[in-house]
């Protein structure tokens, strides 16, 4: 049963296969349920599979199925298979899950696009890759997912792409990844030229021969990839303005799935990062300081949609400073309640977005209530889910963060702390602003004319998803609570990293947990109250968003100013001159040159006979002269 | 023992010589031809005197065959002369330098 | 080779070589330097009878007689032909030269080529003692029979091609040389007008 694995990459690549070749044909929305019922069976052979992966014994829950041999090119061998672990397992679960419920949410969202079916051929060849990338048994295929999912990403942003600032967001995402991908090929390069293996498992069986310096280079790298994928420091610029692809794009591909696939790297060589020290220093440091950056950015956007994208990059900067403070577990257990909790929160954007007819700035919202219950009920679950109010998930599983990172660094355990309620504090100013207050949407249209008439809660297709996704935002802390570690996901993630030699066990005392966990909840109380006191009754408080904040801190006018323009000049030297007048000039030169020469030695034609005959008879002497000097 | 070879070799290459300064510096066509074929017989001689020398006779034998083809050469050289020249007072050669590169 | 100084040569040797010599020399120096094109073509006679009469010395008596025949004979008198058909009696320019090195640099390769045969052949060992190939040359009226033996069996071949060769020049000769005409009325051949350059204009 643990074989089925294989099915799960392949029924979204057949879907995709089918939808590539007739899905103009099928049209809207038979193609729509095509691509949602191909992740539906992915995600059954997911239930299938964890079924097979747990009737193993508990300590040989590692499988590899081998596809079939790929390269062959000397001492270089890689071949296609799949490892099926608890942590891979894992990742397939929810990405599968959620992927059908955004599925289905897209045939409603999607409903009267031109490209209706291009939509799902490349959702589904999205979906394909992401798992490829999670279930793969050696780094060079877990690249090529890497690089599907990139590449899908950047069509997916641009989906629009009659729409400049569209087309501009997907090349600037997929550059930014690639920037990261150095990274991941790197430490490919290291990996195999110490162990002279890609795969995984032959990997984590030679850890031996990794000297500190170079686990540390391999990390560092794998450091540098992640944080294109995951938009982390110092690459974190694109994820915002990826949001302008459709809304279930970023739920999907920027919220739950893609964004995680660093993180997931890491976990997944947790043994080569429990070797390097100093760059697990680093990780903690980057995903701590990425938390807090997104986070002040946060609680000063305008559009609902970079709200939650700044959310992401500082959730996942949570999930960073996990792995670099060794809580693995905790990690992926942030990673599984995020994915739940921040795809509501996006769909229920895309709802709303799509009830006031494509209406995106905050202050032109309010007042929900009545209009869209459905809307407004999901979206305050996956509200409070975020904020880290007990008993939603948000808070077990930030809490689980936050403890190991207090057994691993104090400091960074106090900037936790302080992003924990920064968002409780940005999270409730949208809602407040978005949801409740006045009806800011019949002041005026998104272009300045007059308001449309009434705006309307979704059709069932996006309603469902919602529903699920808040039942599981609110309930998923039950996944891992803190007195049933080893019942629960702690203990089906445990081997994986004991036997990488990864695991560090807290042994705090209970009363310690009790006392952070109270911090915690003390936090998002405050955090909520203090939005609410601030933003009720109001939308308008531009001194509330500092400049500083509304701009990203001005990064990307530093990277533009560092780097983008002193390439911009290199380019145009290169092209005028370094093009123009040295490498054509030569070419043309030399051409030239030769014509010039043609033209020169065209003189000794003259036409004249006895020219002619004077050259044979200095021929002749020549002939005379050599042969009187040579056979003497 | 009669004349040694080498004088008439040394004739040979003087015939040679002023026939080569003939066709070089002389315009008038028909000249140069005769400077040509005054070089021919320089080569005959030439051969002669070796054929006499090395006590072979397929020298004469190429005299022989070389005096057929500088008859045959000349009418041929002369038909194109009255061909080109006709009717022109002058042959020279100098004129005909329209084949310029 | 090295026998500049012989013992044997007999008076009679030197001095039918000498005159013979000075003739063919003479004869050279007129053709290169004669301004009447006819004055050239008779010192041409002079030089061939003079190489004739060299052939003679040399005991290849066959090819004497055939080069007077043939050449002074034949291809003077054709010059002749021509030199009188195309009305050759004005002078010759000799001022202009086209390439003004025209004149030194000939000079110089001239002289270098007589040098350099010269001392090739003071220098060189060209006897090589091989065996005659042809056979060898022998007493009077044996070289004719030799030449012939020669000719018609050695070379037999290349005697045939010669022989096509001739052909081939007298056909080709009466081709360049004819005009082109057609049949008038009373079955006369009417020659077309003489075009020196046909389809443009006569150069100067």
């Known amino acids: 049963m643990v074989y089925a694995a294989v099915l799960m990459p392949l029924l979204p690549l057949l879907g995709f296969a089918i939808l590539v070749t007739f899905g103009r044909r099928l049209g809207e929305p038979v193609s729509g349920w095509i691509g949602t019922a191909a992740i539906g069976g992915s995600f059954l052979a997911a239930i299938v599979t964890l079924t097979g992966l747990l009737g193993l014994d508990r300590e040989s829950r590692s499988v590899v199925q081998h596809l079939f041999p790929w390269i062959q090119a000397g001492g270089f061998k890689v071949e296609a298979g799949l490892l099926i672990d608890p942590l891979s397992i894992t990742m397939c679960l929810f990405i599968t899950g959620i992927s059908t419920l955004i599925h289905l949410y897209s045939v409603g969202y999607m409903h009267g696009e031109r490209d209706f079916s291009k939509f799902f051929v490349y959702l589904n060849l999205f979906v394909a890759s992401m798992l490829i990338l999670v279930l793969s048994s050696n780094l060079l295929v877990t690249f090529v997912g890497w690089e599907g999912v990139g590449v899908c990403s950047y069509w997916l942003v641009s989906f629009y792409f009659d729409r400049e600032s569209a087309a501009s967001a997907g090349k600037k995402a997929f550059t930014y990844n690639r920037i990261g991908d150095v990274g991941l090929l790197l430490a490919m390069f290291l990996v195999f030229k110490t162990v002279g293996s890609l795969d995984y498992e032959t990997i984590f069986a030679h850890m031996s021969s990794f000297s500190v310096t170079i686990a540390t280079l391999v990390a560092l790298a794998l450091l540098l990839a992640a944080a294109g994928k995951s938009a982390q420091i110092p690459l974190f610029n694109w994820l915002p303005d990826a949001m302008e692809g459709p809304t279930p794009v970023s739920a999907l591909i920027h919220a739950a799935t893609m964004v995680t696939a660093g993180v997931y790297l890491l976990c997944r060589m947790a043994p080569v990062l429990h070797a390097a020290p100093a760059a697990r220093s680093t990780i903690e440091l980057v995903g701590g300081l990425t938390a807090f950056v997104a986070a002040t950015v946060a609680t000063s956007q305008r559009d609902i949609k970079k709200v939650l994208a700044f959310s992401t990059v500082s959730q996942i900067g949570f999930m960073v400073l996990a792995v670099g403070a060794q809580a693995y577990i905790a990690a992926m257990f942030l990673m599984v309640t995020h994915a739940f909790y921040k795809a509501l929160l996006f769909l229920g954007a895309g709802s709303v977005i799509h009830g006031l007819h494509d209406e995106q700035d905050i202050r032109h919202m309010g007042a929900l209530r009545k209009v869209m219950p459905w809307t407004f009920g999901t979206f305050m679950i996956g509200w409070l889910a975020i904020a880290g109010v007990p008993p939603f998930a948000g808070f077990w599983a930030k809490g689980d963060v936050l403890a190991n990172v207090w057994a691993s660094n104090k400091l960074l355990w106090a900037l936790g702390l302080f992003t924990a309620l920064l968002t409780a504090y940005y999270m409730t100013r949208l809602f407040v602003v978005a949801f409740t207050g006045k009806p800011n949407y019949e002041l005026e249209g998104p272009h300045g004319e007059p308001a449309i008439a009434t705006p309307h809660e979704s059709p069932w297709t996006m309603r469902l998803p919602l529903i699920i996704l808040a039942v599981f935002a609110f309930g998923a802390g039950i996944f891992d609570l803190p007195w049933a570690h080893r019942d629960s996901m702690v203990g089906f993630l445990e081997p994986v990293f004991i036997h990488g030699h990864a695991f560090t066990e807290i042994h705090e005392s209970t009363t310690l947990q009790i006392i952070l966990a109270g911090a915690d909840a003390l936090v998002a109380v405050l955090g909520l109250a203090l939005a609410f006191k601030l933003w009720r009754g109001g939308s308008e408080r531009p001194e509330l968003e500092p400049e500083f904040f509304v701009n990203v801190w001005h990064w990307d006018a530093a990277y533009d100013k560092v780097i983008g323009r002193p390439a911009q000049r290199l380019a145009a030297f290169a092209a005028d001159v370094v093009d123009v007048k040295i490498i054509d000039g030569a070419v043309e030169g030399s051409a030239a040159g030769i014509g010039r020469f043609a033209q020169w030695l065209r003189g000794a034609q003259t036409g004249y006979v006895r020219h002619y005959a004077l050259a044979i008879v200095a021929g002749l002497a020549l002939l005379l002269a050599y042969l009187l000097v040579a056979v003497h | ?101 | 080779m090295n026998v500049l100084l012989a013992t044997n040569i007999t008076i009679t040797d030197a001095a039918v070589f000498t005159v013979a010599a000075l003739g063919c020399l003479v004869g050279a120096l007129g053709v290169v330097l004669a301004r009447n094109t006819v004055h050239a073509a008779l010192a041409l006679v002079l030089t061939l009878f003079g190489i004739a009469v060299l052939f003679i010395e040399q005991e290849a008596d066959f090819l004497a007689a055939v080069q007077v025949i043939v050449y002074a004979g034949a291809v003077v008198v054709l010059f002749l032909f021509v030199i009188m058909f195309l009305g050759v009696d004005r002078r010759e320019e000799f001022g202009m030269e086209v390439l003004s090195a025209q004149r030194p640099v000939s000079a110089v390769l001239v002289a270098v080529v007589i040098g350099v045969l010269t001392t090739m052949m003071a220098t060189a060992h060209w006897v090589t003692g091989a065996k005659h190939v042809a056979g060898a040359t022998h007493g009077p009226f044996q070289n004719v029979n030799d030449l012939g033996r020669s000719v018609f069996t050695t070379y037999l071949f290349s005697f045939e091609v010669t022989a096509a060769l001739l052909v081939i020049a007298v056909v080709g000769a009466v081709t360049l040389a004819r005009r082109s005409g057609h049949a008038t009325a009373d079955g006369q051949l009417e020659l077309d007008a003489f075009e020196p350059f046909p389809g443009g204009e006569a150069r100067p």
Do not use: H, K, W
């Open chain 2, 1 to 101: 023992m009669s004349i040694p070879g080498s004088f008439y070799l040394v004739l040979s290459a003087a015939l040679f010589s002023i026939g080569a300064v003939g066709v070089l510096l002389r315009r008038n066509i028909l000249v140069m031809f005769m400077c040509i074929e005054l070089m021919l017989n320089a080569a005959n001689l030439a051969f002669v005197t070796y054929s006499r020398l090395l006590g072979d006779i397929g020298g004469q034998s190429i005299v022989f065959f070389v005096l057929v083809v500088a008859a045959a050469e000349v009418v041929v050289g002369l038909g194109i002369v009255v061909a080109v020249f006709r009717r022109r007072s002058n042959a020279v050669a100098d004129d005909l330098s329209s084949m310029r590169g």
